[in-house]
């Protein structure tokens, strides 16, 4: 569960057009993201006590709906993976409308590595940080924000890591040349 991010969207948030520009939206879900972890015991604070820098390794974002000026924006965040030197949190933005529902805006993946603050080189996490960071991944940490907990493969939508370390290359797909066979 989230710990209960809101905000409201100012007028810096917005473009020309009148809609939130499309990069605000990953500087919110980082802000939703970091919040989340301070919640638990796991944030910036608790990973500058250990002695380790926390950076961002990968981010993955779906765009689903605009929001505009003074819309209230709440998210949906959890952690989704851990690993032995990196994290990743789905994090989801909602629009709070004013019947009570929300409007799913933005999806998304961030994967953050622990490094060296002098070297800037990967460590592993800290052991009790990366227990925390267990404790409150949930069973199903492999399911795409806003969506249900379903059983067997992984969910292989956009932005889904998958079985990949952050940083890992994508292998290309194959291509069938015409006339080279199957």
Known sequence: MSAEFRTRIEHVDTDATGIVHFSRYTSLMETAGTEHL???????????????????????????????????????????HVGAAWFALAVG??????????????????????????????????????????????????????TPSRSGPRDAAAGHLGHRRPGARTPPPTLHRPGAGP
């Not at 590595?113 to 070297?119: E, G, K, R, S």
Request: hydrophobic share 45%; net charge negative; proline share 6%.
């Open 93 to 146: 933005l909602l629009r709070a409308e004013e019947d009570g529902s929300r409007t799913p805006l933005v999806t998304g993946h961030l994967v953050f590595a622990a490094v060296d603050p002098d070297t800037r080189r990967a460590v592993p996490l800290p052991a009790p940080l990366r227990q925390t960071l267990r404790g409150i991944a949930p069973n199903a940490a492999h399911q795409r924000i806003g």
């Open 38 to 80: 301070e919640a638990h015991g796991a944030g910036l604070t608790a990973f500058a006590a250990a002695g380790v820098d926390v950076v961002a390794a990968d981010l993955r974002v779906t765009y689903l709906n605009s929001a505009v000026y003074r819309d209230v924006i709440v998210a949906d965040t959890r952690v989704d």
